[in-house]
């Protein structure tokens, strides 16, 4: 359970605190308070998790918010501006969370995760699996795939296109249509892109995948008029088979999950 705490708590950084914290105007302050947020929020689920307060759980506790604080102190900035970065900055603080129980000699929790992430595959490929994971990891599970599912692809997908716009010098999608209307919300895509993917997984959820079809289509004809520009023809699609992706991929292990339960 601790390294899912772990891995929980960071995510819950990266994305919901991340944006409230915005307001701090000094980095270095921001780190200070993320990293202290981030000891609060661990604490939140620990109780949640019902572990108890042994020293070395608080120990992985202030030696992960200290690591996350030094390292987006030093490359944070890197990480915000492309997605190899941020899957590095991600992957570091997941194989850090997945370490240091063995470092404290408590192994068995991280193998116990591993061990809950192949009853989820199990329960995908048929075998019945039926109340193999405890309510409390179900639950950190569950909100970590729907982190993961809205703000966590949507970040990732806005890197992708953002690098590749910046390669191929091409304007924004958002100056096309400015040139053609002088409204709309800048982070109205990046919503779009939420409300698909967690329509993706109610989809998955119910059975009901000739929806993804309906999806695509109605998403499409919105935006049709806008596609005889061929860059932002190009970039429309690439974003929302990315976002095809994730979405399909995410729900279908929400979905092991819940056969877990």
Avoid at 33 to 44: D, E, I, K, N, Q
Avoid at 81 to 101: E, S
Avoid at 130 to 158: D, F, H, R, V
């Amino acid at each position: 359970m601790m390294p899912l705490v772990l891995i929980l708590t960071g995510v819950l950084m990266d994305y919901p605190m991340a944006y409230v914290l915005r307001r701090v105007q000094s980095d270095a302050h921001r780190h200070i308070v993320l990293s202290a947020h981030y000891v609060l929020w661990a604490r939140l689920l620990l109780l949640v998790s019902s572990c108890n307060g042994d020293t070395w759980i608080w120990a992985c506790v202030v030696i992960m918010a200290v690591v996350r604080g030094g390292l987006d102190m030093c490359w944070g900035g890197e990480a915000q501006a492309h997605p190899g970065w941020f899957v590095l900055r991600q992957a570091v603080y997941t194989a850090l969370a997945l370490a240091l129980p063995y470092v404290f000699g408590h192994g068995e929790q991280t193998r116990a995760l591993f061990s809950w992430c192949v009853g989820c595959v199990r329960a995908l490929r048929g075998q019945d699996m039926s109340g193999y994971l405890p309510l409390a990891a179900s639950l950190m599970l569950s909100g970590l795939l729907l982190l993961l599912l809205t703000a966590g692809a949507g970040q990732l997908i806005g890197l992708m296109l953002l690098n590749l716009r910046k390669k191929r010098q091409h304007p924004t999608p958002g100056q096309y249509l400015a040139a053609q209307q002088d409204t709309g919300d800048n982070n109205m895509g990046l919503f779009i892109g939420w409300v698909e993917r967690i329509l993706m997984l109610a989809f998955a959820v119910t059975g009901h995948y000739g929806g993804l079809a309906v999806l695509v289509a109605v998403k499409t004809a919105a935006r049709y008029p806008e596609f005889h520009v061929r860059a932002f023809a190009e970039y429309y699609i690439l974003g929302t088979l990315l976002s095809l992706l994730f979405g399909i991929v995410l729900s279908a292990i929400f979905v092991g999950v819940l056969r877990c339960v």
